[in-house]
């Protein structure tokens, strides 16, 4: 079955950076949109940034745009998200997700990319801790 992996969670002091990665042991993961998600204890799963196939679709939800970049690696079928000036409020279980749909208009209101019912496969996530 297809898991794709989200993995480079651990603690970070408020200020800081985190890489989060995600990846899958076949080659078609390069043909998948991905999203990243997290959740906190007591809150609702919320997408915070999606990349389409090719890189050029792109989207990212008002609390980390600025602080979040999202991007892909085709040769290590990895899709990567640099996490700056992380917040306490960033801490949570984040996990990518894979869309069978290449290329989604992330442009278009009710395909933003960031909703977990466009997502078709999903793994295990990594903890996040934002604290001093």
């Known amino acids: 079955q297809f898991r794709p992996m989200a993995s480079g969670g651990g603690p970070v002091q408020p200020g800081g950076s985190l890489r989060l990665s995600c990846t899958a042991d076949?080659?078609?993961?390069?043909?998948?949109?991905i999203g990243w998600f997290r959740q906190a204890p007591g809150k609702e799963r919320e997408g915070i940034a999606c990349i389409s196939s090719s890189g050029q679709n792109i989207n990212y939800a008002e609390s980390v745009r600025g602080r979040f970049t999202i991007s892909r690696d085709m040769a290590t079928n990895t899709v990567n998200l640099e996490m700056t000036d992380l917040k306490p409020e960033d801490a949570g279980v984040y996990s990518c997700?894979?869309?069978?749909?290449?290329?989604?208009?992330?442009?278009?209101?009710?395909?933003?990319?960031?909703?977990?019912?466009?997502?078709?496969?999903w793994g295990q996530g990594t903890q996040v801790t934002v604290s001093t």
């Open positions: 997700a894979a869309d069978i749909r290449s290329e989604p208009d992330y442009t278009i209101p009710s395909n933003s990319g960031l909703e977990a019912k466009d997502y078709d496969y």
């Open positions: 076949r080659p078609s993961f390069n043909y998948y949109s």
